[in-house]
């Protein structure tokens, strides 16, 4: 891409401070390059992944019951020479989910497809927010965030140009 927006670097650390439009500049890039069809998950499809898909185990956050063992957040971020403060750790430095997806819960939010709003009280089949809006859903919570933000049924409201010191970064989906 030419340039690299992190706050937090090292080679294996996740791309973060990025703002939705700038991961959709990425993914169109990449869409190019790889002749594939590369997109942000829906929150739906986001929090299904989380949650272990059909092999879930009903865990509080991505993985376990124990944060320790899938995130890194507030308590147990490293300490970064560079920033004076919290860093990211390297991806899949802790345990994965059910479905062998990594660092769901933790290190940097997460950007998804969907508009924020309100979902209906009635059981749904994948959802959708609403078609438009000021603001879009980002999940799974960042290294400067508690264990509630963390939890895999927790979301966040952010606007699609914005960042917050490395908080916000991406997962594909295909």
């Not at 996740?14 to 190019?32: A, Q, S, T, Y």
């Not at 560079?82 to 997806?101: D, I």
Request: aromatic fraction near 10%; include cysteine; glycine fraction near 12%.
């Amino acid at each position: 891409m030419g340039s690299n927006p992190s706050y937090h670097y090292g080679s294996r650390h996740p791309v973060d401070d990025v703002g939705r439009d700038g991961c959709l500049v990425f993914i169109n890039k990449l869409n190019e390059l790889t002749g594939r069809t590369f997109r942000l998950p829906t929150e739906a499809e986001w929090e299904y992944a989380a949650r272990g898909g059909n092999k879930s185990k009903g865990y509080l956050y991505s993985g376990s019951n124990n944060l320790n063992d899938v995130a890194c957040y507030r308590a147990n971020a490293p300490y970064s020479q560079y920033s004076g403060g919290r860093s990211t750790e390297s991806v899949a430095s802790k345990a994965p989910n059910e479905l062998g997806l990594y660092d769901m819960s933790g290190n940097v939010w997460e950007w998804c497809l969907d508009w924020y709003g309100s979902y209906s009280e009635e059981p749904q089949i994948n959802p959708t927010g609403p078609e438009s809006g000021p603001r879009r859903v980002s999940r799974g919570g960042s290294l400067h965030n508690n264990p509630v933000s963390c939890r895999v049924s927790n979301r966040n409201i952010s606007s699609p140009s914005g960042t917050v010191n490395g908080r916000q970064g991406l997962r594909l989906a295909l």
